[in-house]
């Protein structure tokens, strides 16, 4: 068996050897829980952190004349989140110049799960081409599963495809 004493033929031998086989499958259990490692703070075992939200991405998609006001396209992409019962924004259309011209709170849901929609919307007493910025000020009202004002506001990335930024 090695290195230590030369194990002799007979029922001694074989009596060493089994005792020694014996005591090295009693401590392998044990050697091999002290040797493995420790969790890692990602681990599904491990306290894990709040998960993060699906991303709810709102998309200034087109501004036109409708009258005296500008109607606003909105497509809300909800396509990897929970459904939404509500979900009510805070607007404001800035001139431009960058000066607040219109303030409007528009109701953006229900959006189902997975599901993307448009919302349109008018501006009224705002002529399209002096949209030159519309900044999502806040999240009034956002209902549906765990959601809050907080993790909707969060959840969002706003983009556009019109020559108007919009941002939060």
């Known amino acids: 068996m090695g290195r230590g004493m030369p194990v002799r033929g007979g029922i001694g031998g074989r009596l060493v050897a089994g ?30 952190p709040k998960a993060e939200a ?14 005296e006001a500008c109607r606003t396209y909105m497509l809300v992409d909800n396509s990897r989140g929970p ?19 219109k303030r409007l709170a528009v109701e953006l849901g229900p959006v189902q799960e ?25 999240v009034l009202t956002c209902e549906g599963g765990d959601a809050t004002r907080e993790t909707c506001l969060e959840r969002i990335e706003p983009a556009t495809k019109t020559s108007a930024a919009f941002d939060r």
């Open 19 to 48: 005792a020694a086989l014996a005591a090295v499958l009693i401590v392998s259990p044990a050697m091999a829980q002290e040797n493995a490692p420790a969790a890692k703070a990602d681990s599904p075992k491990a306290a894990s």
């Open 54 to 67: 699906a991303p709810l991405k709102i998309e200034l998609n087109r501004l036109e004349p409708a009258g």
């Open 83 to 101: 459904a939404l019962k509500s979900l009510k924004v805070d607007l404001f259309a800035f001139d431009t110049e960058g000066v607040a011209q």
């Open 114 to 138: 997975k599901k993307t929609v448009v919302r349109l919307f008018d501006f009224a007493g705002l002529a399209c081409p002096k949209i030159g910025r519309l900044l999502l000020n806040d």
